[in-house]
């Protein structure tokens, strides 16, 4: 989907879905499910799991975190580490949770908490609906630096999960909000559907205008790609996720040092000895290799990328740019087309 199609779909359809006024539409992934927790429109089928559960060890992805505990081959389910909201935005969808079988329409938000078994494959489409259903639904997964999100299309039996296309949004804030909302439906406390709305309309609000100012990752990370596990995170990884997923905005030692619970000094003293640079080195690092991506795959001018990522000027963007690169901003991306 183009990218200004899906910033529309997302402020024409699933914003205005979760104003006060609109329908309920929260539906929350729990281990024992009934048919009166479920908004108007919706039914609950139970089904009959046939296969076992099948761990998964040390198995880490996307920046050093497991994402996958478990899955049920047979039964078309997986368990994951982070919370995942999926939302109908076309057509009617067939949704496994654990034992059971979910059956909504647009406007329908699914909210799983970490741990839930829920539906790993499509097409997301049961019954009668394999010959003659279609749906489109978005998912965002919540990480600790940002969102994962993409969009998948059931039609008929044919399925495309576009999980390799998917916006890797480096907004802290907004998986905060994610992780806020699926405590606030997994807790079950009385309104909770107001807070989940206003946590839905505040996180796609976000994701929007993220995606609008080029503030994102595109395709985000691989499905099928692994990195090394390791129990934590060291001052170099930590660092280097902290610049990378704030680089755009304006950024100093005392941020940074702020956000690792380190002086001033501390910080700097062991960047020198880590990492062999100062803040600024790998600050101006991340900014021009950020730079380079927007070049490759936005249109957006050389003042407007500069702006975005608080860059004292276009003139002192390109000299930085042009030192660390070799070509102007604009000789690179015309090399690149």
Not at 90 to 104: E, Q, T
Not at 207 to 229: F, L, Q, T
């Amino acid at each position: 989907m183009i990218t200004k199609q899906l910033i529309n779909l997302l402020r024409s359809q699933v914003i205005p879905w979760t104003a006060p006024g609109a329908r309920s539409g929260i539906i929350v992934a729990r281990p024992v499910m009934h048919k009166s927790q479920l908004p108007e429109g919706a039914t609950l089928t139970t089904r009959k799991l046939s296969g076992e559960r099948k761990v998964f060890k040390a198995r880490r992805k996307h920046g050093n975190h497991r994402l996958y505990t478990a899955t049920w081959p047979n039964d078309n389910l997986q368990e994951t580490t982070v919370p995942r909201i999926s939302c109908i935005v076309s057509g009617s969808a067939d949704h496994f949770l654990g034992k059971y079988s979910v059956r909504c329409g647009e406007g329908n938000f699914l909210i799983i908490p970490p741990g839930e078994p829920h539906q790993q494959f499509g097409p997301f489409l049961q019954g009668q609906l394999l010959k003659t259903g279609h749906c489109v639904l978005v998912h965002a997964y919540a990480y600790n630096h940002g969102i994962l999100f993409w969009i998948t299309t059931s039609y008929h039996s044919e399925h495309v999960n576009n999980m390799g296309d998917n916006y890797l949004i480096p907004n802290m804030a907004a998986a905060q909000v994610l992780h806020l909302l699926v405590e606030e439906a997994a807790n079950n406390q009385t309104g909770m559907d107001a807070v989940c709305k206003n946590y839905l309309g505040a996180l796609f609000t976000l994701i929007g205008r993220d995606i609008e100012a080029g503030n994102y990752m595109h395709p985000g990370p691989k499905e099928n790609i692994d990195v090394s596990s390791r129990p934590t995170a060291s001052f170099t990884e930590q660092v280097q996720k902290y610049v990378e997923a704030n680089c755009h905005k304006i950024l100093k030692v005392e941020d940074a040092a702020m956000h690792l619970y380190m002086s001033n000094s501390q910080f700097s003293r062991r960047m020198r000895q880590e990492m062999g640079i100062t803040f600024l080195q790998l600050l101006t690092q991340v900014r021009i290799e950020r730079a380079k991506q927007m070049l490759r795959e936005t249109d957006l001018t050389v003042i407007a990328i500069s702006g975005y990522l608080s860059f004292k000027s276009s003139t002192h963007f390109q000299a930085l740019f042009r030192t660390h690169v070799g070509y102007t901003p604009i000789e690179y991306r015309n090399q690149g087309r």
